[in-house]
Structures are given as structure tokens and as C-alpha cells.
Nanobody
Framework: QVRLVESGGGLVQAGGSLRLSCAASGFSASTYAMGWFRQAPGKQREFVIGIRATDTSTTSADSVKGRFTISRDNAKNTVYLQMNRLKPEDTAVYYC?????????????????WGQGTQVTVSS
């Protein structure tokens, strides 16, 4: 069964850091493009950052460039989102997604599998 499980969300003050994890099962995440999306209340789900299949090339939204990074641990079949210098506007539910393709897509509908999401709240 293909499954993604996110963890690591929580409450943090502005300027702080969090690391989210996305554990994959039922498939090898290293052969998929992996992405992180987020959805704030009343807003559409938006692309945050992604990593290409089989290598470390990444794509990120302008709003998180220089603050967020994505990485993989292939031995653990896990993808991470490191979030630094968090801002109140980063508050959202964060979702991990897998795309059966080499390249990252910034379009949510392109992704084949989604996690359940983890809440990130940044206080001012």
C-alpha cells in the first residue's frame, strides 16, 4: 500500500525553525519526485518546495527561497522539509506528495499520492 506520513509540525515563534518529515511506504521515494505543499485556512493549496527523483535538484516557491530546504534520506525512505526563519504567514497545514515522474511539478493535481498533513503554526 502506497502511503505517506508527515510528522514534525507544531507551534513555533516567528524566527524559529521546524523540520518536517515525510515517511514513505509501499514504494521507493527516491524514484519519485517529491513535493511539499501547504494550505492555509480559506486559501488554495500551494506549492512550497520539491526535489527531483534520483538526484538532489530542488525547486522552491519564491516565498520560501533561502529559508526552506528539502532533502532525502533514501535509506529511511524519508523526505524532510527544513524550515528556518519562520514567519506568521507560513502558518498552514503542510502536505507531502509523491509524483511518479523525474521532474518536480508545482501543480498539486499532478501528484499521485498525498500524506494526511501536519499543522504548522507560527506565532508573532
Amino acid at each position: 500500500q502506497v502511503r505517506l506520513v508527515e510528522s514534525g509540525g507544531g507551534l513555533v515563534q516567528a524566527g524559529g525553525s521546524l523540520r518536517l518529515s515525510c515517511a514513505a511506504s509501499g514504494f521507493s521515494a527516491s524514484t519519485y519526485a517529491m513535493g511539499w505543499f501547504r494550505q492555509a485556512p480559506g486559501k488554495q493549496r500551494e506549492f512550497v518546495i520539491g526535489i527531483r527523483a534520483t538526484d538532489t535538484s530542488t525547486t522552491s516557491a519564491d516565498s520560501v527561497k533561502g529559508r526552506f530546504t528539502i532533502s532525502r534520506d533514501n535509506a529511511k525512505n524519508t523526505v524532510y522539509l527544513q524550515m528556518n526563519r519562520l514567519k506568521p504567514e507560513d502558518t498552514a497545514v503542510y502536505y507531502c506528495a509523491a509524483l511518479r515522474n523525474f521532474a518536480v511539478s508545482t501543480t498539486a493535481n499532478a501528484y499521485n499520492c498525498w500524506g494526511q498533513g501536519t499543522q504548522v503554526t507560527v506565532s508573532s
